[in-house]
Nanobody, 119 residues
Framework: VQLQASGGGLVQAGGSLTLSCAASGSIFTINTMGWYRQAPGNQRELIAQVSRGANTIHADSVKGRFTISRDNAKNMVYLQMNSLKPEDTAVYYC??????????????WGQGTLVTVSS
């Protein structure tokens, strides 16, 4: 099982980006999916999570600006980021709780994608 994140880049403050993350491999079911970020010198923090049933939570710092969603048929999770601020600059990681066909359940991470917001 692996996760592949994409969509990061350089954007001006106030702009938008959409991050995508694809899960692949021996996947029986994907439970919770999420996005985390880590800025230089900071710990990795949870930004948003979405359950298999599409229930979502968003961190206060991004609420109203970022939206997490998923496509269960495609094993994808997305993060729509609007009204970006310089303090959103970080490496963004996707994360998923996955049960494989062998019925092993584990937490998997994508490789990270850099988002840089210029002022």
């Amino acid at each position: 099982v692996q996760l592949q994140a994409s969509g990061g880049g350089l954007v001006q403050a106030g702009g938008s980006l959409t991050l995508s993350c694809a899960a692949s491999g021996s996947i029986f079911t994907i439970n919770t999916m999420g996005w985390y970020r880590q800025a230089p010198g900071n710990q990795r923090e949870l930004i948003a999570q979405v359950s298999r049933g599409a229930n979502t939570i968003h961190a206060d710092s991004v609420k109203g600006r970022f939206t997490i969603s998923r496509d269960n048929a495609k094993n994808m999770v997305y993060l729509q980021m609007n009204s970006l601020k310089p303090e959103d600059t970080a490496v963004y990681y996707c994360n998923a709780d996955i049960t494989s066909y062998s019925r092993r359940r584990g937490t998997y991470w994508g490789q990270g994608t850099l988002v840089t917001v210029s002022s």
